[in-house]
């Protein structure tokens, strides 16, 4: 391997909802990550890696940085915090359309210790002028010492290989630390949760908040190379588990074809999806039960 090869790993930091995850999925070229519109999605550390000729680069997507409000809300801001400590370089992003808040300050404030480089990425900016762009660049500039700002959409693709460009600057020499056609270090039945999690936010909208997690209860592969896959989407309330069942079943029919579509995809074979819902009080503010979940003590 050339002697001048690098490699790094690069946190993904920002408040709920700035557009991490589509960013991640869109350098990766893959969905590996979870998308929504409801804020603080994403749970676990997501790694996506990005192989190239001379260089590797390993994100991190983190949980959006908040105030914790129960057991599973100190277990994402934990996972955060640590990240930051861990890697090369740092993205704080921020969402143009939103502008400046108290949450971008709360983060600030936590990047100072950061020894890192730290970028600050502006996304979303096909939703601003190009006036309205320059008065954030302003604004942001003197919050803190970033190393760099880069305006880009990530759901369009703008500006995407002027930041891994800058990006590779900051990365030291290093090994290739996963196999070149290898996308993600998450296990593909974590993946397959996250698909279906995602899917049952997405068609319940407002009616069910942000308190659903999926377990995997069976997973394997037929004779006729079909997997057969048994899931339950737990949730906190009885009327939250009739909104995901929905009238006759149609609404856990829906989240079952929608999911199976992208699980189809990741797995490239046919797949039987069979879903199941559970109740679980409060499961958010129960460690046993946050573990049971997947959420282990020993990832922060």
Request: zero cysteines.
């Amino acid at each position: 391997m050339d002697s001048n090869y690098k490699s790094g790993f690069i946190a993904i930091i920002g408040r709920p909802n700035v557009g991490k995850s589509t960013f991640l999925n869109h350098v990766i070229g893959q969905k590996i990550a979870i998308m929504s519109d409801k804020p603080q999605t994403t749970r676990n550390k997501i790694q996506g890696v990005l192989t190239a000729e001379d260089y590797q680069m390993i994100f991190i997507d983190t949980p959006g940085i908040h105030k914790p409000k129960h057991r599973l809300g100190d277990f994402m801001m934990k996972i955060a915090e640590n990240t930051l400590n861990e890697v090369d370089a740092v993205l704080f992003m921020i969402n143009a359309d939103e502008g400046y808040g108290r949450g971008d300050q709360f983060i600030i404030d936590r990047l100072k210790t950061v020894k890192s480089p730290v970028f600050l990425i502006i996304n979303k900016i096909d939703l601003v002028s190009p006036e309205e762009l320059l008065g954030i660049i302003d604004e942001y500039r003197v919050k803190s010492d970033f190393q760099e700002i880069i305006p880009i959409s990530a759901l369009q693709g703008n500006n995407i290989d002027r930041l891994l460009g800058e990006l590779k600057k900051y990365l030291p020499e290093g090994p290739q630390y996963y196999p070149a056609d290898q996308v993600t270090d998450h296990p593909e039945r974590f993946i397959i949760t996250e698909l279906i999690r995602e899917k049952a936010l997405h068609l319940t909208r407002e009616e069910v908040p942000h308190s659903i997690a999926v377990a995997l209860e069976n997973m394997e592969k037929r004779s006729d190379e079909t997997v057969f896959i048994q899931a339950t989407i737990v949730t906190e309330r009885n009327s939250q588990k009739g909104i995901i069942i929905g009238k006759q079943g149609s609404m856990l029919k829906k989240i079952g074809q929608e999911a199976r579509k992208d699980i189809e995809v990741l797995l490239g074979s046919k797949v039987y999806l069979e879903l199941w819902v559970k109740v679980k009080k409060d499961w958010r503010n129960k460690q046993s039960q946050l573990y049971e979940l997947g959420f282990r003590k020993d990832e922060y």
